[in-house]
């Protein structure tokens, strides 16, 4: 039995919204700016599954190994692709693996990403957002979605 919906039964939205609010959002600004961030995202022209990866990512839900073995789960939380002995986070896997740097510097974007450091993937792109054109965001989104792809 679901205790969060009127009927009883889980749904997807039922548990966004008690995941939702069970998480505090971990930037700073007012709850206005928060709104408007969001339903930005929301609205880009990125596939579903592109925008659902850029709210897990902001959220640190991505199973990253350094997640995995906070959790208990036997992985090394290191990344495997730099063998620099960083931790692989989604920072690391979007903006600070040696191997996702080289994927911005071939796209041409290295400059935008390099200038927003952050080890906040959701500061890193609401600051990009705010630098750059929409489509040249949407496109940050869509490369970040394959970074993951790739780095899984």
Aim: glycine fraction near 4%; charged fraction near 20%; include cysteine.
């Amino acid at each position: 039995m679901w205790h969060y919906t009127k009927n009883g039964e889980y749904t997807v939205r039922s548990g966004y919204r008690l995941a939702h609010d069970m998480r505090e959002v971990s930037y700073q600004s007012n709850d206005k700016e928060k709104e408007q961030w969001w339903q930005s995202l929301w609205k880009a022209k990125v596939p579903p599954k592109v925008k659902h990866f850029a709210w897990k990512v902001c959220h640190t839900w991505l199973p990253t190994n350094y997640a995995l073995s906070k959790r208990g789960i036997p992985v090394v939380p290191t990344c495997p692709r730099c063998k620099g002995g960083w931790i692989e986070d989604g920072a690391h896997v979007l903006w600070d693996c040696s191997w996702s740097k080289e994927v911005w510097k071939k796209c041409g974007l290295c400059d935008q990403v390099v200038k927003v450091r952050s080890s906040d993937v959701l500061l890193v792109l609401q600051q990009l957002q705010k630098v750059c054109s929409p489509s040249t965001f949407d496109f940050i989104l869509v490369v970040s979605w394959h970074l993951w792809c790739w780095a899984i």
